[in-house]
Structure formats: structure tokens, C-alpha cells
Nanobody, 115 residues
Framework: QVQLVESGGGLVQPGGSLRLSCAAS????????MGWYRQAPGKQRELVAF???????YYPDSVKGRFTISRDNAKNTVWLQMSSLKPEDTAVYYC?????????WGQGTQVTVSS
């Protein structure tokens, strides 16, 4: 069973940048989709970005143009580059991997955007 471990969260000022990493304990080559979700206190978990094995990406309007997802199957790693961060981006960010019949979640990493 593959485990996903996120890192790179922290406290950043509005307008700043952070790069989140998601390292898998096994191969992500079979994971058709790799994504990032976030959950703020009192809110539902929401999709932030996903990328498929062909490199096609999707972002909701709330982060489009500010966040970039990438993956390297050889390194079993997915990244989320976040820029122009806003206080409303504050949340726990989770990595997700989907393969046929199964999906995987990391434990989450806290991102706090505050002055």
C-alpha cells in the first residue's frame, strides 16, 4: 500500500509563496490522477488542483493563475507551487492519489497565510 507524505507547509505573509511536496512510498505511475485538496476550519474539503499521467491539469477559479501542480513519476513526487497567497488560502492541504479502484490520502500539511 502506498503512503503519501506532504511537506512544505507553514506560515507565510499575504502575497507570498510556498511549495508543497507530496512524496509517495511507492510508485505513482499507476495513479491516473494526483491531486491536492484543502480543508479550512468549518468548511468542506475542496479540490485545489489535479494532474493526470498525460500532464493535463485542472484548477478551480479560486486558485487558477496562482497555483501550479506538477508530478514526476520517476521521483514518485507531486508538487504544488503556490504564489500570490491570500488569507483565504489558509487550510490544511492534502495530497491525493487515484488508481483504478483505490485512492490514497496523505495526513495533510498546514498552510497559514497571515500578516
Amino acid at each position: 500500500q502506498v503512503q503519501l507524505v506532504e511537506s512544505g507547509g507553514g506560515l507565510v505573509q499575504p502575497g507570498g509563496s510556498l511549495r508543497l511536496s507530496c512524496a509517495a512510498s511507492g510508485s505513482i505511475s499507476n495513479m491516473t490522477l494526483m491531486g491536492w485538496y484543502r480543508q479550512a476550519p468549518g468548511k468542506q474539503r475542496e479540490l485545489v488542483a489535479f494532474i493526470n499521467n498525460a500532464g493535463h491539469t485542472y484548477y478551480p477559479d479560486s486558485v487558477k493563475g496562482r497555483f501550479t501542480i506538477s508530478r514526476d513519476n520517476a521521483k514518485n513526487t507531486v508538487w504544488l507551487q503556490m504564489s500570490s497567497l491570500k488569507p483565504e488560502d489558509t487550510a490544511v492541504y492534502y495530497c491525493n492519489g487515484v488508481e483504478p479502484g483505490r485512492d490514497y490520502w496523505g495526513q495533510g500539511t498546514q498552510v497559514t497565510v497571515s500578516s
